[in-house]
């Protein structure tokens, strides 16, 4: 064993011998693998609602009956969550209340949007430097009840900061930004709403999400008695089934303070209620407990950009992880500013680089390439 982790470090040491399309497909036992990656239906926020602890808990439950493994093999849990105040305090008893033994630490990151990519991120580095040979991520919010209330209240020697107070604006400034900035107008973004949707509509009737959709059990918001109705659910509501461009166009402005004033319900995101978890362990402990490897993480890469126009954080965070692996787009097979290994591996693909844009001025990009 001491002898094959004296030939892994050798191997990262020569030249070249890490990077490109081959060595990403090349398997080692040290590769730092998934072996489940599991989601909850994506909800609208306010719509009946899941609440924070009970969506973890359901999650933790769910990745131990799915994960197959002991869970007092997990050595840490990472929570990626944004908006809840006690996030650390919830996620700690929800991991206890769903099986998970007192010696499975827990802990929670927060980098807005990217959050679940940081959780896997850190669960990744640690099981890729030996700190632990199990780890579990999970990326969970509940806009429902905790709601977006935006930056707290600034000094007044923050604000002699002209870039400094860009951080504090709310999002759909920013997106006014992009679009003015770029040149992108509304039929654009319309159009590109539209496809979305189509394709979330098709892919919701194709069953192409059962793989990864385990079932939730919620609860209705309280009747006059204070009772909560329980329901199980198991399908995503946000897709609008018959989306049109010709609809969508009719969508009025979210922001006409703001110009270009293009920014609408009909083609930016819902707020949402939703949760997923992904089990982390390096090739040869998956080997060892019998498990299907579903994909390897390979790096992440985070950007720093203008926070007036932080949705551009994609633009940069993708080659900056592109060039760190040593490939280029044209080798990648899908691109997806989610999440994105079960349609990889519906399309047969290999390589994916997952990105997302971050509040304040930043993006995310990772690589993963599918077993």
């Not at 679940?116 to 990326?139: F, S």
């Amino acid at each position: 064993m001491a002898m094959e982790r004296v030939k892994q470090l050798v191997s990262h040491m020569s030249p070249g011998s890490s990077k490109g399309v081959a060595a990403l497909e090349r398997k080692s036992p040290d590769d730092v693998v998934i072996t489940l990656a599991i989601r909850s239906p994506l909800c609208k926020a306010k719509g009946g609602g899941f609440i924070t602890d009970e969506l973890m808990l359901e999650m933790f439950k769910q990745a131990i009956a799915q994960s197959g493994i002991d869970p007092a093999l997990v050595g840490d849990i990472t929570v990626g969550n944004v908006l809840s105040p006690g996030a650390l305090y919830e996620a700690r008893v929800a991991a206890l209340a769903a099986g998970f033994p007192e010696t499975v630490p827990v802990q929670t990151v927060n980098r807005f949007c990217s959050s679940g990519l940081m959780a896997v991120t850190d669960i990744a580095n640690k099981v890729r430097v030996g700190q632990i040979e199990v780890g579990l991520a999970i990326g969970i919010e509940s806009m429902s009840q905790n709601e977006d209330k935006g930056a707290p209240t600034i000094s007044d020697s923050i604000k002699a900061n002209p870039t400094a107070c860009d951080c504090a604006m709310p999002m759909g400034w920013t997106s006014e930004n992009v679009a003015g900035d770029f040149h992108i107008n509304r039929e654009d973004m319309d159009e590109w709403a539209t496809l979305s949707f189509q394709r979330a509509e098709h892919a919701d009737r194709s069953g192409y999400f059962k793989n990864e959709i385990v079932p939730i059990t919620a609860y209705e918001k309280p009747d006059e008695t204070g009772k909560r109705a329980v329901k199980v659910v198991s399908k995503d509501d946000g897709i609008r089934y018959g989306t049109t461009k010709d609809k969508l166009l009719k969508v009025r402005a979210a922001f006409p303070q703001w110009k270009p004033s293009q920014t609408t319900g009909g083609n930016a995101s819902q707020i949402t209620d939703g949760a997923a978890a992904v089990l982390i362990m390096t090739r040869r402990k998956a080997e060892e407990l019998g498990l299907r490897v579903l994909a390897k993480h390979i790096a992440t890469a985070v950007a720093g950009v203008p926070p007036r126009v932080m949705g551009i954080g994609p633009t940069y965070a993708i080659p900056m992880v592109l060039e760190h692996v040593g490939i280029t787009q044209d080798d990648v097979d899908i691109f997806e500013v989610a999440t994105g290994l079960n349609e990889l591996a519906r399309r047969n693909g290999k390589i994916l680089v997952t990105s997302m844009c971050i509040g304040t001025g930043m993006g995310a990009a990772a690589v993963f390439v599918r077993d």
